[in-house]
């Protein structure tokens, strides 16, 4: 009895956006990207940090020269927090849906390439449909845990894993080869694949999939594997190092259009080149789908790839 006593009183010293604090700092284990995230100095996080746990009158989180990582404590703490922000955001979601409107936060995980090109360019179309909602936009090229880091809605290529999600398609890409010009006209125009072994190649560290080039030659199919004289980890940054004249990229080829038609590259091979068909699908978490606000940002996101379909 004693104990949920205590624990009341602890509860009613926080705040629900003490909740959301440390679920950010669970996240990123760094203060200072939780205050960049929140646009406030990183010495009022840690001030709220230290708040916290003398509230909670345990220690939450080990400090060391290379970040954070959570005590015992803090694992448990982190479980509550969790349930607080998601009943906070579930509240609020039922609330805004008896008035049949969007209304609340949307946590949207999307990769760099994604963000960049597709979906960052488009967001103020949103907020002038939907102004009682508003956009965390995490942009991550892994693979995030919907349920435990609190995501709404997540932008994904390939198929859906977890029987657990909901999948709407939001179209389709395949991936060819491309170069800027300024490239091209120094090295030369590679007119066969047997020619790329003089060039300079681009490669995909994060998804090394991306580095099996696929060419239709003498009516067989043959694929490269590609190590690569430049490698990134992401592939925003393999579309970037092509527009600054590094070498040759296999890119999305949706974005490799567009890139073309505003004369910043140059198909590269592409009698020979097999796009192959890659799905973009946007997924939620199946008890949230009916959401207004979840699915208001679904309609946003197809709209925003209707150039994938």
Request: proline share 4%; hydrophobic share 45%; aromatic share 4%.
């Amino acid at each position: 009895m004693a104990l949920q006593k205590l624990h009341k009183q602890m509860m009613d010293q926080l705040t629900l956006d003490d909740f959301a604090l440390f679920v950010l700092i669970a996240a990123h284990q760094n203060l200072s990207a939780v205050a960049r995230e929140r646009d406030v100095p990183p010495s009022q996080v840690s001030r709220a940090l230290a708040r916290i746990e003398s509230r909670c009158g345990v220690q939450l989180v080990h400090r060391t020269t290379h970040g954070l990582s959570l005590t015992d404590d803090g694992e448990t703490f982190l479980e509550t927090a969790h349930r607080m922000v998601q009943e906070q955001s579930g509240l609020q979601s039922q609330l805004a849906g008896r008035r049949g409107e969007a209304s609340g936060l949307v946590r949207i995980g999307i990769s760099q390439l994604f963000a960049e090109h597709v979906v960052l360019p488009q967001v103020p179309l949103l907020l002038r449909r939907h102004p009682l909602v508003r956009l965390e936009i995490r942009i991550n090229d892994r693979i995030v845990d919907m349920a435990s880091e609190a995501v709404d809605v997540v932008v994904r290529g390939g198929v859906p894993a977890a029987d657990t999600l909901i999948a709407r398609p939001l179209g389709s890409h395949g991936r060819a080869l491309y170069a800027s010009a300024d490239y091209l006209k120094a090295r030369g125009v590679p007119e066969h694949p047997d020619d790329l072994s003089k060039h300079t190649l681009i490669a995909n560290l994060g998804i090394v999939s991306h580095n099996r080039w696929t060419f239709q030659v003498a009516g067989k199919e043959q694929t490269n594997a590609i190590t690569g004289d430049v490698r990134v980890n992401s592939s925003a940054s393999v579309v970037s190092l092509a527009l600054a004249g590094a070498g040759v990229a296999r890119l999305n080829d949706v974005i490799g259009a567009a890139l073309v038609s505003q004369g910043r590259l140059t198909p590269v091979l592409a009698e020979f080149t097999v796009t192959g068909n890659y799905p973009v699908y946007a997924a939620v978490l199946s008890q949230r789908h009916r959401a207004p606000k979840i699915r208001a940002t679904l309609a946003f996101l197809q709209d925003c790839f209707v150039g994938f379909r």
